[in-house]
């Protein structure tokens, strides 16, 4: 069936370091895939989008890299900050135009 | 500066009492869309409006309605909510059906 799922629920990194979150997809089909970060009692939050004819896009600190081969998708983020602590969906957007969000990842900043 | 507004941001209702929770925006978009999203869970679509044009989820239960009356308003009414119904919902818009979502803090409901 179709879904976006992500390897791990969380990850803890050390402040400084950069942070790499992992996302699956399984629907071939699906042209264009988005990061939110989510933080504690606050709606989704757009941070970088990418169609499926790049495998890589860069934004300030952030870079998402897609391997269609491997429906693959991850978002890096450099010199992790307290900041960054939040839990981050990736989505993908189907045929239909419809956004289908993975399960999320919560990213705990270590000091 | 534009954006998308939720009101209230916390909302408590008793088993069965119609609620209706309420979404603003002054970015003109025309889609609003409706999501649920449980603790620890993904947000779930329930439905949205492109424009005028209402369109359900096929899973979204009949429990849940949403009048848009103009482009900036859009409601979400939960007839008889449950003790299941309690969720974070949360409101977000775009220029068009292809184009970024922007959501807003959403609204918890809590169920008693």
């Known amino acids: 069936g179709e879904s976006v799922g992500l390897h791990l629920p969380t990850l803890s990194v050390q402040e400084g370091d950069n942070s790499i979150i992992n996302c699956a997809y399984s629907?071939?089909?699906?042209?264009?895939f988005i990061w939110y970060k989510q933080e504690s009692g606050k709606g989704p939050q757009f941070i970088i989008d990418?169609?499926?004819?790049?495998d890589k896009r860069q934004g300030q600190r952030v870079t998402v890299l897609l391997n269609k081969t491997v429906k693959h998708l991850s978002l890096q983020i450099a010199a992790t900050q307290p900041g960054d602590s939040a839990v981050y969906f990736c989505a993908e957007r189907r045929r239909d135009d419809k956004i289908i969000f993975g399960k999320g990842t919560r990213l705990h900043i270590l000091p | 500066d534009a954006m998308v507004i939720q009101n209230p941001r916390y909302q408590v209702t008793q088993f069965g009492k119609p609620v209706t929770l309420s979404c603003s925006q002054t970015l003109n978009h025309n889609v609003m869309y409706w999501y649920q999203q449980k603790s620890s869970q993904a947000p779930k679509l329930l439905f949205h409006?492109?424009?005028?044009?209402?369109?359900n989820e096929a899973d979204t239960p009949d429990n849940f309605q949403s009048r848009r009356p103009n482009t900036s308003f859009c409601f979400l009414d939960i007839r008889s909510p449950g003790l299941g119904d309690a969720a974070m919902y949360l409101c977000?818009?775009?220029?068009?059906?292809?184009?970024?979502?922007?959501f807003g803090p959403g609204t918890r409901l809590l169920v008693l």
């Open positions: 629907n071939s089909a699906s042209d264009y």
């Open positions: 990418i169609r499926s004819n790049m």
């Open positions: 409006y492109y424009d005028k044009d209402f369109n």
């Open positions: 977000a818009t775009s220029s068009g059906p292809q184009e970024t979502q922007y």
